[in-house]
């Protein structure tokens, strides 16, 4: 696969990584023998950069990460984490360097090792991006060399502006994909003449975007896509992209019909995003081989013709824009 340096920090990435929210909880049952396997199977096809955070599975995730990565010995890929919703109440206030330090010593148990490649904050309330306090401290957490670099990850492209004027956030990463065009138009240009890496999450929309789901579609009792539709748990931004369920069905349907000949929805989704040069990485996640192995496939598909990108705006900006531009 194709490596690119991710911002300024010196590492190399893949384009498309592993997002491993799912291998950790609230997407319903993953078995650990399912999990390990998917994310084998992405690292397997080339991929070099996971996405984690400490709350997946309240450390499952990070865990998983490294009995993996025990087992297959060589070149570490890049691992991003996140600190920081462990914290409750969830409050600005609660943002302090010693709270932070202690995720990232969680997070390097639940990782073995002695120093995260990445640790980003995990979608605090708005004010702590515009804290220099806070990110002082993680300048002092970098300082005794138990992070290498630190990031941000945001719902909103509001907050991602006010957090990469820090001069120590070197990625920021946010939702972009068919149904989140934004970012593109208010954030990008920003990053790319800062040189901050940009993490592309969520991209197939919880699942949407993969052309699977239909109205009669229906989810564990511990699947966000089930609990979180409304932002019952956190911001419903992160539950299919913040896109009313029908709506989205809606435009799956216009979408799908721009899929090249021989190309999965999923691959076209993915190939998309990859469309956009400001984007470092794109993350999307995986419960099997299969999955990981569909998602590595969008790496060998040529461009995207200039009309179907044309199309797919004009599907976003007519039925998806009217609910989501607005809100993040």
């Given at each position: 696969m194709q490596q690119i340096p991710f911002g300024r920090t010196g590492r190399m990435t893949t384009r498309l990584g592993f997002g491993a929210w799912a291998i950790g909880g609230t997407w319903g049952e993953v078995s650990l023998q399912d999990a390990k396997a998917a994310l084998h199977a992405a690292l397997d096809a080339g991929m070099t950069f996971i996405d984690t955070a400490d709350v997946y599975g309240d450390g499952r995730s990070e865990r998983i990460i490294r009995e993996v990565l025990a087992e297959r010995g060589g070149d570490a890929p890049f691992v991003a984490t996140k600190a920081g919703r462990r914290l409750n109440p969830h409050v600005a206030e609660a943002y302090t360097g010693a709270a932070l330090e202690g995720f990232i010593d969680r997070s390097l148990t639940n990782l073995g090792v002695e120093r995260l490649d990445l640790v980003q904050l995990h979608c605090p309330p708005t004010q702590v991006y515009s804290s220099p306090e806070v990110f002082a401290a993680l300048d002092a957490i970098k300082a005794k060399g138990k992070i290498a670099d630190y990031g941000v990850s945001v719902e909103t492209v509001e907050e991602?502006?006010?957090?990469?004027?820090?001069?120590?956030?070197?990625?920021?990463?946010?939702?972009?994909?068919?149904?989140?065009?934004?970012?593109?138009?208010?954030?990008?240009?920003?990053?790319?003449?800062?040189?901050?890496?940009?993490?592309?999450?969520?991209?197939?929309?919880?699942?949407?975007?993969?052309?699977?789901?239909?109205?009669?579609?229906?989810?564990?009792?511990?699947?966000?896509?089930?609990?979180?539709?409304?932002?019952?748990?956190?911001?419903?931004?992160?539950?299919?992209?913040?896109?009313?369920?029908?709506?989205?069905?809606?435009?799956?349907?216009?979408?799908?019909?721009?899929?090249p000949a021989g190309a999965t929805m999923a691959a076209f989704a993915l190939r998309w995003i990859l469309m956009e040069d400001a984007v470092t990485v794109v993350i999307p996640g995986a419960k099997s081989p299969a999955q990981a192995q569909g998602n590595a496939a969008a790496a060998d598909m040529p461009p995207l013709q200039a009309e179907v990108m044309a199309a797919a705006r004009e599907v976003y900006a007519r039925l998806v824009a009217p609910h989501v531009q607005h809100l993040w």
């Open positions: 991602a502006r006010a957090a990469i004027v820090h001069p120590g956030v070197v990625s920021v990463q946010i939702i972009y994909n068919l149904f989140r065009m934004k970012p593109a138009e208010v954030l990008f240009p920003e990053a790319r003449a800062r040189n901050v890496a940009v993490i592309a999450r969520v991209p197939l929309a919880s699942g949407l975007l993969t052309g699977k789901m239909s109205a009669a579609s229906q989810f564990a009792a511990d699947d966000h896509r089930s609990f979180n539709r409304n932002g019952e748990a956190f911001d419903k931004g992160e539950t299919f992209s913040g896109v009313p369920f029908d709506v989205a069905l809606a435009a799956v349907e216009e979408l799908r019909a721009l899929a």
